[in-house]
């Protein structure tokens, strides 16, 4: 089992910058795979970006060059750097973790952008 925590969304000014933070538990977060997606309401869940235990990383191409996921296994946190932020990135942010085939999900924590 592994329990998810996001913390730091708020609302901000577009071309503003934020930084997300979910605390995961359990003594294997090094081997997990994490993510951070988005939902806009009336819209499906998307992936933002993923990072495997090895540190590879990838992103939508619409925060490109934008966001920047991180992790720090010694904290069992992964964090979603988010710059520039725009309007259209207005959603509640979900972290996600797969350990051993399953898939773990925070409670979200919602981003507002406003124009």
């Known amino acids: 089992q592994v329990q998810l925590v996001e913390s730091g969304g708020r609302l901000v000014q577009a071309g503003e910058s934020l930084r997300l933070s979910c605390a995961a538990s359990?003594?294997?977060?090094?081997?997990?795979?994490m993510g951070w997606y988005r939902q806009a309401p009336g819209e499906q869940r998307e992936l933002v970006a993923g990072?495997?235990?090895?540190?590879?990383?990838n992103y939508a191409d619409s925060v490109k060059g934008r966001f920047t996921i991180s992790r720090d296994n010694a904290k069992n946190t992964v964090y979603l750097q988010m710059n520039s932020l725009k309007p259209e990135d207005t959603a509640v942010y979900y972290c996600?973790?797969?350990?051993?085939?399953?898939?773990?999900w925070g409670q979200g924590t919602q981003v507002t952008v406003s124009s």
């Open positions: 359990g003594s294997r977060f090094s081997r997990d795979v």
């Open positions: 990072i495997t235990s090895g540190g590879s990383t």
């Open positions: 996600n973790a797969v350990r051993y085939g399953y898939a773990y």
